[in-house]
């Protein structure tokens, strides 16, 4: 990704046309991309502008070698690029969950990046998932997250878009009057926490309290193995030590859920159970999750 001079956000498929190296590595301030390998320099417009030994090529045409572009769109501070050149825009994408997190009290244009998680878990990255699409074992697995919200289903809502679905589950009162030993003081501009999937591997967290929100990819590193990578962001005033409170309290879950889904991957890989059972009010999430995923994979759509 770039932003050149004339100010524009670009990206590119990072791989240069010349023999198919990787042009660029890391984070930085450049005015020209160059490929380790043979040194062709490209502009941060991604078009070709010097291959060494070019002039002793007759018929050298720099003008069809740029970099391959890719859609890139921005939403708060987050950037979204998509390979695909027939995708629709970014806010299709979103359907209706910018507005339901604008709703809920965050003002997603003034949070600022704060740091960087990755919990690796050997799982297939569609049982990390559906086990985020659920909190149907919240009572049960995660005693301090549901101190702290109320994943009652009559109170916790489920929400189904076309690609994107959400859980929105309210504070308790109990955790806010401090009588209920919630994990951290949630009294704040958040009065909910949410919980938005977007298809097919992005999922966006906001707890209760302060203004915060954290953005996490579920990338399969192979058919067994998910990281998921966290970025948080939190808003400009906010205390260092109600930042720790919140990630500690995210991380906790975390950590929770990182052992059930290891522990459905082994019951699975059991083969013994050919199929599950979902529950149609608690697990409809579920079920539009794996429609999704049922209609890419026979292209049904
Ligand atoms: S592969 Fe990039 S310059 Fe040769
Ligand atoms: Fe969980």
Known sequence: ?????????????????????????????????????????????????????SEREPEFDPSGLSLLPVAVDTWGPFVFVNPDPDAGPLHEALEGVPQMIADGGLDLDSVRFHSHHEWEQQVNWKVALENYLECYHCPVAHPGFSKMIDVDPDSYSLIVGEKTSSQLGPVRASALDGSGRAPYDARGDVGQSQYHFIWPNTTINIAPGPQNISIERWVPLGAKTTVEVTDYFFGPDIEETTIQEVIAFDSQVAEEDVALVMAVQKGLDSGAVKQGKLMTESERLIASFQRNVYDALTDAR
Request: aromatic share 8%; charged share 25%; with cysteine.
């Open 1 to 53: 990704m770039t932003r050149a001079g004339d100010g524009e956000l670009r990206a590119f498929v990072n791989v240069c046309r010349h023999r198919g190296h990787l042009v660029a590595q890391g984070a930085g301030c450049r005015e020209t991309l160059q490929c380790p390998y043979h040194a062709w320099t490209y502009e941060l417009d991604g078009t070709l502008r010097r291959a060494p030994r």
